[in-house]
């Protein structure tokens, strides 16, 4: 990646701590950087040298001056658990790096309440849905309509209090991967920004899928972060080949200006270095380079920073 291109990381996490709740129950940190889940299982979930048990917001800005990362939007879901106030207080230091999101579970009886917390006296103006099978709400709760009664009462709130709506549904062939509810959510608030997380997290083998599944949101008001397509094509390593596959289908079927680079970092810097992450897409030549700045820069600073 060139020092002349400006990034903004449309995808990222701080951690106060591992407080997670998935399809494998609870969530925790068990030292060293690695997790537990309740049946036992552990894996790598903090990169060496970002955090034993949690990522604080100077270990982010620790790796975006290293790589020329100017801002990130800091994202939340229930694979870390929810970190609103750690979120907020990220982004009260340190207002001219970070935008935060928040985050909440819309069943949960005092939603009102918490909605009011977040939004008027946090000041969030992003809302975050994991709506996943393995880490969001489809992993504890019976399968959710993306464009149903519940969820359309949060878009309504979104819209009513001018917030961009983040959405991660999972991977393809899950209950929650509902990319068509999504299209007829944003044809039907057509004044509410959209952007789903992962470029709808296609895997090695889906990109007719992809193709198919993106000529279906090509929305005036949908836009999609990049976060974790690398890491989705396991096992492929850097330059990740079918990912850049990827890349030139979505450029075909949205357009360079829809996309958004982001990195999921701290849990993706486990497999594979920053640079990587950002070099895999401005050296695959799918994007001119006025596409690549929009797809590195300006259209994350268009929808989320004004």
Not at 130 to 136: A, D, V
Not at 162 to 189: H, S
Request: charged letters at 20%.
């Amino acid at each position: 990646m060139s020092k002349n291109i400006k990034i903004i990381d449309a995808h990222a996490h701080v951690v106060q701590c591992i407080a997670g709740f998935t399809s494998r129950g609870e969530l925790r940190a068990a030292g060293g950087g690695m997790a537990v889940y309740a049946d036992g299982s552990t894996f790598k979930m903090i990169p060496d040298g970002m955090g034993e048990t949690q990522v604080a917001p100077e270990s982010l800005l620790k790796v975006m001056n290293e790589n020329n990362v100017e801002k990130a939007v800091l994202l939340q879901g229930q694979f870390f658990g929810f970190q609103n106030e750690n979120t907020a207080q990220a982004v009260q230091k340190y207002p001219d790096r970070f935008l935060g999101a928040g985050a909440y579970d819309p069943y949960c009886v005092n939603a009102e309440a918490v909605k009011d917390r977040l939004f008027k006296q946090l000041g969030f103006k992003i809302v975050k849905f994991e709506l996943s099978n393995g880490s969001g709400l489809t992993a504890y709760h019976p399968p959710i309509d993306v464009n149903g009664e519940v969820m359309r009462k949060e878009y309504a709130y979104a819209c009513d209090n001018g917030l961009t709506v983040v959405l991660d549904i999972g991977r393809p062939r899950n209950p929650c991967w509902q990319p068509e509810a999504i299209a007829k959510a944003a044809k039907d608030f057509a004044q509410l920004k959209f952007v789903v997380c992962h470029l709808l997290a296609p895997q090695v083998g889906d990109n007719e899928l992809l193709k198919q599944t993106l000529g279906k949101l090509a929305l005036p008001n949908v836009w999609f972060d990049l976060a974790a397509l690398a890491a989705n094509q396991k096992p492929e390593t850097y330059p990740y080949p079918t990912a850049v596959k990827h890349l030139q289908t979505a450029k075909e079927e949205v357009g360079a200006d829809r996309l958004m680079f982001g990195s999921d970092m701290p849990s993706t810097l486990c497999r594979d270095s920053y640079k990587h992450l950002t070099d895999y897409i401005s050296e695959s030549g799918v994007f001119n380079e006025n596409e690549l700045e929009k797809v590195m820069y300006a259209t994350a600073d268009s929808v989320y920073f004004k």
